[in-house]
């Protein structure tokens, strides 16, 4: 029975941390204040993007040249600090919008005008921070 015990407590163990929350690792803010901070790879969307439509998620109308962006699991109007890990830029935006396709393991989707920001449009992806502010 003891042995039994500690094979499922062994077995649970291995199960857990195998699952990944999202794409990203959530941490705790360094100074404890905020409460949703993690890391994880960005990348933007435009208009011209196929399957992109004319409203968002929230139904507002798509406009890639605002400073917004879209993930899945905040509440609408959110405001976000994303910051470029490579470089040190950071850009504030507003969640209007879910995405990105969890099937390609990014962590959050910023429109052109927010990506291009912090990032080189070419690259497509960057490494970043995410916290709410």
Do not use: H
């Not at 890639?64 to 890990?85: G, P, Q, R």
């Amino acid at each position: 029975m003891k042995r039994a015990t500690v094979i499922l407590i062994i077995l649970i163990a291995v199960v857990f941390s195998l699952i990944k929350i999202g794409t990203a690792t959530i941490f705790s803010n360094k100074n404890g204040r905020c409460p949703y901070f993690y890391t994880g790879k960005a990348s933007w969307y435009s208009q011209n993007d196929p399957g992109i439509l004319l409203t968002t998620a929230n139904m507002e109308r798509f406009d890639d040249s605002e400073l917004t962006c879209a993930v899945w699991d905040l509440a609408f109007n959110t405001i976000l600090k994303v910051t470029n890990l490579e470089n040190g830029k950071s850009v504030l935006v507003r969640v209007n919008d879910r995405g990105p396709a969890r099937r390609l393991n990014r962590a959050i989707d910023l429109t052109k005008e927010a990506f291009s920001r912090i990032a080189d449009l070419e690259k497509g992806l960057t490494d970043v921070s995410v916290e709410i502010i």
